[in-house]
């Protein structure tokens, strides 16, 4: 009887601690949830086989495009 590939447990965003950055006094940046919401970064920090500059890339890739939050 030949093997069924079993389903990946977790297909959700991946869950990492929260990690807020104030911005001034009214102003904060969640870079957890950043990098969770961006499909690249997450891959890349998934796989084993990547240097830390290609890491590195990839976080700074899914921050620069957040968007700070008023506090």
Do not use: C
């Not at 030949?2 to 001034?24: C, F, I, K």
């Not at 700074?60 to 957040?66: D, E, G, H, L, N």
């Amino acid at each position: 009887m030949p093997m069924q590939p079993t389903p990946s447990a977790d297909t959700s965003r991946p869950e990492w601690p929260s990690l807020h950055v104030v911005l001034g006094e009214r102003f904060s940046l969640d870079l957890s949830a950043a990098v969770a919401a961006h499909p690249f970064a997450v891959k890349t920090l998934k796989r084993m086989n990547v240097g830390l500059a290609a890491r590195r890339a990839a976080v700074r890739t899914a921050i620069m495009p957040a968007r700070p939050e008023k506090v």
